[in-house]
């Protein structure tokens, strides 16, 4: 493997660049292609392959197990999407294509919530015929209970926890496995006085509220079925699907949900009769498979690689069953404010100056399978980003080594020092990432070891833990980030706000903890005008990066291959991927 890195790096960039000059810069539409609703990036702006026809076993494939089946506990991109097919909210994201399918539209509930004058109560109203898979009725006191396992944080961590910001209000509430009420049901913020009625009483005024209710954590849990930390090896289902079978690491099957009624669904189309997912199957094999018919998606979403993008720059019928979206992903190096010598800030500041970008773009697969060069630390599809953020001089994508070895010598270490990159092990562009970040440091001294780690358990346990980080000497870590919804806020809170640092399940992975950064985040709470929030998170953004804590590589696109069989594909652009959800096969096979 040693002997083909470079190469595989230099042919990256290669590739992209004949794949650019081949689709007219990587435009939303294919020529003839979109007439027969397909063609390049067709799935982007059109639903490729419309039908309604049910039948047939959908073959998805992912180079990792998810972080968690639990819905409370996921925090992958690809998780969020998987679990529409399991797990209905009071609110969800419609199944359209383009913008509209940012719009939450009601799922559970019956009607979008009666909003009090003065912003502080949502009440939902169910609707009628909701069922789990076992036939019980869904009542509002199960969605309660689901949104309470949220709390339960040393039993069920690893999922975003904005609820808990929101709903806790100095109650201190432990979540239901040490809730002292005999129904389980203490959560003073939620109050259900009936069977079909939630309510929620925030302390202050907060628009983006009904998103966080879209999230997985916001699904119904039937008490009578909640075990707790294992929750996840077989999940209740409320949603058109239910599992069949679950491997861990090895394969997930899911089948009809015979209780599950279309008639109280406004979106899913729940078309294959299985849906057939192997679970850590080697990358290249995965893109062996899509290539030769028999995988039909990767739920990984991220791009297939080097040695793919080659045939189908070489195919044109091979790329025409491809697209190229913006994710709204920023992969980014996190650097850890708790590891020595990264706890002096011009320590934090040589990496970026030394960072030669253009290298790090071209592991990660050029211009388009890659995306841009990255300056900052919100995506241009946030309102807050400014294209004109750039301190570290690095959109050119060059590397600064004078300026890297100036800095070095401020934070008293200008002969270099040791550190290590964590990884991993699952994603062969995150390695590739790791291997050009440890080339670049080397030339101004820094010599970084690279480990790599379960790719499962990376964000949740390997560098989501704090004790963690320290004990490994995680200086440096190779990471990625989504909106958890599309406002700076869903972006950028859990990363750099320090009250939101946790023993496990973190994801403030750099520990930055600066108090006017939290009183930014504070009063960006108050503004009732977007502008205005806009303008307060682009000062938040504006800080971070002084801080250097985190380091922008590029903002996200990726090259993605879809079966040519598969009906109703399109990119959801709540998630930056296929809606696999809507996905159906055309043979019924």
Same mark, same amino acid.
């Given at each position: 493997?040693?002997?083909?890195?470079?190469?595989?790096?230099?042919?990256?960039?290669? !590739?992209?660049?004949?794949?650019?000059?081949?689709?007219?810069?990587?435009?939303?539409?294919?020529?003839?292609?979109?007439?027969?609703?397909?063609?390049?990036?067709?799935?982007?702006? /059109?639903?490729?392959?419309?039908?309604?026809?049910? +039948?047939?076993?959908?073959?998805?494939?992912?180079?990792?197990?998810?972080?968690?089946?639990?819905?409370?506990?996921?925090?992958?991109?690809?998780?969020?999407?998987?679990?529409?097919?399991?797990?209905?909210?009071?609110?969800?994201?419609?199944?359209?294509?383009?913008?509209?399918?940012?719009?939450?539209?009601?799922?559970?509930?019956?009607?979008?919530?009666?909003?009090?004058?003065?912003?502080?109560?949502?009440?939902?109203?169910?609707?009628? +015929?909701?069922?789990?898979?076992?036939?019980?009725?869904?009542?509002?006191?199960?969605?309660?209970?689901?949104?309470?396992?949220?709390?339960?944080?040393?039993?069920?961590?690893?999922?975003?926890?904005?609820?808990?910001?929101?709903?806790?209000?100095?109650?201190?509430?432990?979540?239901?496995?040490?809730?002292?009420?005999?129904?389980?049901?203490?959560?003073?913020?939620?109050?259900?006085?009936?069977?079909?009625?939630?309510?929620?009483?925030?302390?202050?005024?907060?628009?983006?509220?009904?998103?966080?209710?879209?999230?997985?954590?916001?699904?119904?849990?039937?008490?009578?079925?909640?075990?707790? $930390?294992?929750?996840?090896?077989?999940?209740?289902?409320?949603?058109?699907?239910?599992?069949?079978?679950?491997?861990?690491?090895?394969?997930?099957?899911?089948?009809?949900?015979?209780?599950?009624?279309?008639?109280?669904?406004?979106?899913?189309?729940?078309? #294959?009769?299985?849906?057939?997912?192997?679970?850590?199957?080697?990358?290249?094999?995965?893109?062996?498979?899509?290539?030769?018919?028999?995988?039909?998606?990767?739920?990984?979403?991220?791009?297939?690689?080097?040695?793919?993008?080659?045939?189908?720059?070489?195919?044109?019928?091979?790329?025409?069953?491809?697209?190229?979206?913006?994710?709204?992903?920023?992969?980014?190096?996190?650097?850890?404010?708790?590891?020595?010598?990264?706890?002096?800030?011009?320590?934090?500041?040589?990496?970026?100056?030394?960072?030669?970008?253009?290298? *790090?773009?071209?592991?990660?697969?050029?211009?388009?399978?890659?995306?841009?060069?990255?300056?900052?630390? *919100?995506?241009?599809?946030?309102?807050?980003?400014? #294209?004109?953020?750039?301190?570290?001089?690095?959109?050119?994508?060059?590397?600064?080594?004078?300026?890297?070895?100036?800095? *070095?010598?401020?934070?008293?270490?200008?002969?270099?020092?040791?550190?290590?990159?964590?990884?991993?092990?699952?994603?062969?562009?995150?390695?590739?990432?790791?291997?050009? *970040?440890?080339?670049?440091?080397?030339?101004?001294?820094?010599?970084?070891?690279?480990?790599?780690?379960?790719?499962?358990?990376?964000?949740?346990?390997?560098?989501?833990? #704090?004790?963690?980080?320290?004990?490994?000497?995680?200086?440096?870590?190779? $990471?990625?980030?989504?909106?958890?919804?599309?406002?700076?806020?869903?972006?950028?809170?859990?990363?750099?706000?320090?009250?939101?640092?946790?023993?496990?399940?973190?994801?403030?992975?750099?520990?930055?903890?600066?108090?006017?950064?939290? /009183?930014?985040?504070?009063?960006?709470?108050?503004?009732?005008?977007?502008?205005?929030?806009?303008?307060?998170?682009?000062?938040?953004?504006?800080?971070?990066?002084?801080? $250097?804590?985190?380091?922008?590589?590029?903002?996200?696109?990726?090259?993605?291959?879809?079966?040519?069989?598969?009906?109703?594909?399109?990119?959801?652009?709540?998630?930056?991927? !296929?809606?696999?959800?809507?996905?159906?096969?055309?043979?019924?096979?």
């Amino acid at each position: 493997m040693a002997t083909r890195r470079k190469a595989l790096a230099a042919s990256s960039l290669a !590739v992209a660049l004949a794949f650019t000059a081949a689709c007219g810069g990587g435009g939303d539409k294919g020529g003839d292609g979109n007439k027969k609703g397909s063609g390049f990036n067709a799935a982007v702006s /059109s639903v490729v392959n419309p039908s309604d026809k049910k +039948g047939g076993t959908l073959n998805l494939y992912s180079s990792a197990d998810l972080d968690s089946w639990d819905p409370a506990r996921t925090y992958y991109a690809w998780g969020f999407n998987m679990h529409r097919l399991y797990s209905r909210t009071l609110v969800a994201y419609d199944g359209k294509v383009g913008k509209d399918g940012l719009k939450l539209v009601p799922d559970l509930a019956s009607a979008e919530a009666e909003i009090s004058d003065d912003g502080k109560k949502y009440t939902y109203k169910l609707r009628d +015929g909701l069922k789990f898979e076992d036939g019980t009725p869904i009542t509002s006191k199960d969605i309660k209970y689901g949104i309470q396992r949220v709390f339960a944080t040393d039993v069920i961590s690893g999922g975003p926890t904005y609820l808990i910001d929101f709903l806790d209000q100095g109650q201190g509430y432990k979540g239901p496995y040490k809730d002292s009420d005999p129904d389980k049901l203490g959560l003073k913020s939620i109050q259900t006085p009936d069977d079909k009625t939630i309510v929620f009483t925030l302390a202050k005024p907060f628009a983006d509220f009904p998103y966080l209710l879209a999230m997985p954590g916001g699904a119904p849990v039937p008490r009578a079925k909640d075990t707790g $930390a294992q929750y996840g090896s077989k999940p209740v289902s409320s949603g058109p699907y239910k599992i069949k079978t679950y491997e861990p690491n090895k394969k997930i099957i899911f089948e009809r949900n015979e209780n599950w009624d279309p008639a109280t669904d406004p979106f899913r189309k729940a078309l #294959p009769d299985v849906i057939d997912l192997t679970l850590g199957a080697n990358a290249d094999d995965i893109d062996n498979r899509l290539l030769a018919g028999s995988a039909d998606l990767d739920v990984g979403q991220t791009g297939v690689s080097a040695a793919a993008r080659t045939k189908i720059v070489g195919d044109e019928s091979l790329k025409a069953n491809t697209d190229n979206p913006t994710t709204g992903f920023i992969r980014y190096v996190s650097i850890q404010t708790k590891v020595a010598p990264f706890d002096n800030v011009e320590c934090r500041r040589a990496v970026h100056y030394a960072a030669d970008k253009t290298a *790090l773009q071209t592991a990660r697969g050029g211009p388009v399978a890659g995306g841009d060069i990255g300056t900052n630390m *919100l995506p241009p599809n946030i309102a807050g980003h400014d #294209p004109n953020l750039d301190p570290y001089n690095t959109k050119s994508g060059k590397p600064q080594i004078d300026k890297a070895k100036e800095a *070095l010598a401020k934070c008293g270490k200008p002969d270099g020092f040791k550190t290590v990159i964590a990884v991993r092990n699952n994603k062969p562009a995150e390695v590739k990432t790791a291997e050009a *970040l440890q080339a670049s440091l080397k030339a101004v001294g820094i010599d970084a070891a690279i480990e790599q780690s379960d790719g499962a358990q990376f964000f949740s346990t390997t560098i989501g833990t #704090p004790s963690n980080v320290q004990k490994k000497g995680y200086g440096l870590a190779i $990471a990625g980030w989504g909106a958890d919804f599309q406002t700076a806020y869903g972006y950028l809170q859990i990363l750099v706000d320090g009250r939101a640092i946790k023993p496990a399940g973190n994801n403030n992975y750099a520990e930055l903890n600066d108090p006017e950064i939290n /009183s930014l985040i504070d009063k960006s709470l108050e503004a009732t005008d977007p502008a205005e929030s806009a303008r307060i998170w682009g000062e938040i953004n504006a800080k971070v990066m002084d801080q $250097a804590v985190m380091m922008p590589m590029v903002y996200d696109k990726a090259l993605n291959y879809r079966n040519p069989r598969l009906t109703n594909v399109y990119v959801h652009d709540a998630f930056g991927m !296929v809606d696999f959800q809507a996905l159906g096969v055309s043979d019924g096979k």
